[in-house]
Nanobody, 113 residues
């Protein structure tokens, strides 16, 4: 059983930053490709960023240049640094291990003045 636990969300004002964490635990056969997704109220879940074992990254156009995904293999943790936040970034952010379609419970990010 693999567990993903997100943390680091909160309420911030536009322009501020947060660092989201996703701790992976359990029977981890391969801590490989990892994703971050988000789901805004009334919208479908959307992919935000991904990272592979060599720390090569990809980003959705809407967050490119503002968000940074990274990983610490020793801690089996994936991070998402979210800068210059906008109200439209308000969503529940989820991490995902596609190898077994594992998902965390999500962490809420609210951007509002």
């Amino acid at each position: 059983q693999v567990q993903l636990v997100e943390s680091g969300g909160g309420w911030v004002q536009p322009g501020e930053s947060l660092r989201l964490s996703c701790a992976v635990s359990g029977i981890i056969r391969n801590f490989n490709y990892m994703n971050w997704y988000r789901q805004a109220p009334g919208k479908e879940r959307e992919w935000v960023a991904s990272i592979d074992t060599l720390s090569r990254t990809n980003y959705a156009e809407s967050v490119k240049g503002r968000f940074t995904i990274s990983r610490d293999n020793a801690k089996t943790t994936v991070y998402l640094r979210v800068n210059s936040l906008k109200p439209e970034d308000t969503a529940v952010y989820y991490c995902n291990d596609p190898s077994g379609n594992y998902w965390g419970q999500g962490t809420q990010v609210t951007v509002s003045s």
